[in-house]
């Protein structure tokens, strides 16, 4: 099952509507969520971008309330980096960098492929962790080093150092 089939799967079981051909065209928009209905824009070419719009539409559905499209508003913008939260959790999660490290991924492009997200994605996640986490993390044995893009990617993947 693909993580696009899984994050289906979890808003099927959680009575989500997904319509993942709607058209958004001449927006930016890729995604929105309103009421239990997810509507995904037919410009996404990819099971692995749609995977991405859908986690942070479900990131929505677990994580707002109210109608948030007014960025102006500062509890809006928050409950918007809540929801992206979710979804980088949920698709990467500081486990899955040191997954990566483990895996021997040598490039962004190598992580993105490794945990089937799009690098666009990826970047966001680890410039979202450096915001909450500050320039690391400590998960487990590992210390994982967080740095702004762009980086040294031997750096980000992650200066993890096993504590033993």
């Known amino acids: 099952m693909t993580e696009y089939e899984k994050l289906l799967s979890n808003a099927n079981d959680n009575d989500v509507t997904v319509y993942d051909?709607?058209?958004?065209?001449g927006t930016r928009i890729k995604g929105l969520y309103c009421d239990g209905t997810v509507a995904i824009s037919n410009d996404l070419r990819t099971q692995k971008e749609k995977a991405c719009v859908l986690a942070e539409e479900l990131g929505h559905f677990y994580t707002s309330t109210g109608?948030?499209?007014?960025?102006?508003?500062?509890?809006?913008?928050?409950?918007?980096?809540?929801?992206r939260l979710w979804a980088y959790n949920k698709q990467i999660g500081l486990r899955g960098l040191i997954d990566c490290y483990k895996a021997n991924c040598k490039s962004i492009h190598e992580m993105?492929?490794?945990l089937d997200v799009t690098e666009e994605f990826l970047l966001e996640a680890i410039e979202c962790y450096r915001s909450k986490y500050g320039v690391y993390a400590k998960l487990d044995n590992y210390f994982i080093g967080i740095l702004s893009p762009?980086?040294?990617l031997?750096?980000?993947?992650i200066l993890l150092?096993?504590?033993k």
């Open 112 to 114: 993105a492929e490794y």
């Open 67 to 83: 109608n948030i499209l007014d960025m102006s508003d500062t509890s809006n913008r928050k409950q918007e980096l809540r929801a």
């Open 150 to 152: 762009p980086f040294n």
């Open 161 to 163: 150092l096993c504590i």
């Open 21 to 25: 051909d709607y058209n958004l065209k």
């Open 154 to 157: 031997l750096l980000v993947c």
